[in-house]
């Protein structure tokens, strides 16, 4: 099946998009909930409907650098902390971006605190949001 079906079979992986994207805050809901119900919803959407929506997604996730970019330049962000705001932004965790390159996941959790020190957020997701929000500014 192609990549919309995917999605589909992978409501965790929304769950996640969701949250970066800022429509769901990550301590709004319990995320095994959100999973749940999303699983049910997607196995009911019309194919194109699920479709025009992950292209959607992919549409808003290809925009993100640009707003990375000016955050990072706004904040001073070190280039590795700037390449792991650009990974958690592309929907990378930071096991993944640790395990991308090649770098412990408490080098990357270093990295991760100083980014959110240097733009005055508490968590991950809100800098991943602070990020989305800087392209339209």
Do not use: W
Request: hydrophobic content about 35%; overall charge negative.
């Amino acid at each position: 099946m192609g990549m919309h079906r995917e999605f589909a079979n992978s409501p965790e992986e929304l769950v996640r998009l969701l949250t970066e994207l800022g429509v769901v805050g990550a301590d709004q809901l319990d995320e095994a909930r959100i999973a749940n119900r999303l699983r049910e919803v997607f196995a009911q959407m019309p194919e194109d409907v699920l479709q025009d929506l992950t292209q959607r997604a992919h549409e808003v996730l290809q925009e993100k650098p640009s707003g990375v970019n000016a955050l990072a330049s706004r904040c001073q962000l070190t280039r590795a902390e700037h390449l792991l705001l650009n990974s958690l932004c592309e929907g990378l965790s930071i096991s993944e971006h640790a395990q991308k390159y090649d770098l412990s996941k408490h080098t990357v959790r270093t990295h991760m605190q100083r980014i959110r020190e240097k733009t005055g957020v508490k968590r991950q997701a809100e800098v991943v949001r602070l990020a989305l929000q800087q392209q339209d500014d």
